[in-house]
């Protein structure tokens, strides 16, 4: 069974940093899905954060995170990972990574919680 695990969250003021990591049970999922980052926060439903290729040549991001959010591929760890600067109240939420499965996103982490206060 694939399991997707994300660790990494925790509280931390505006303007701060964080670095979510996305590992997988197998580490064919990461070698040869795309992988993607999503997040949920309270009251709202779930939206798209950042995408990379297989191959991590292609990348790609909601305009709300461009130039703060950095995804990667750390083939040393085995993990996709999401560099969150500048982080802002709004980017609180629960953070979900999932890997894709031609046009679906067929495989899910549990989430980990990001939390932006002062």
């Known amino acids: 069974q694939v399991q997707l695990v994300e660790s990494g969250g925790g509280l931390v003021q505006p303007g701060g940093s964080l670095r979510l990591s996305c590992t997988a049970s197998?580490?064919?999922?990461?070698?040869?899905?795309?992988i993607g980052w999503f997040r949920q926060a309270p009251g709202k439903e779930r939206e798209f954060v950042a995408y990379?290729?297989?191959?991590?040549?292609?990348?790609y991001y909601t305009d709300s995170v461009k130039g703060r959010f950095t995804i990667s591929r750390n083939n040393a760890k085995n993990t996709v990972d999401l560099q969150m600067n500048s982080l802002k109240p709004e980017d609180t939420a629960v953070y979900y990574c999932?890997?894709?499965?031609?046009?679906?996103?067929?495989?899910w982490g549990q989430g980990t919680q990001v939390t932006v206060s002062s």
């Open positions: 999932a890997a894709k499965i031609g046009s679906e996103y067929r495989y």
């Open positions: 197998s580490k064919f999922i990461l070698d040869y899905y795309h």
């Open positions: 990379i290729s297989s191959t991590g040549g292609v990348t």
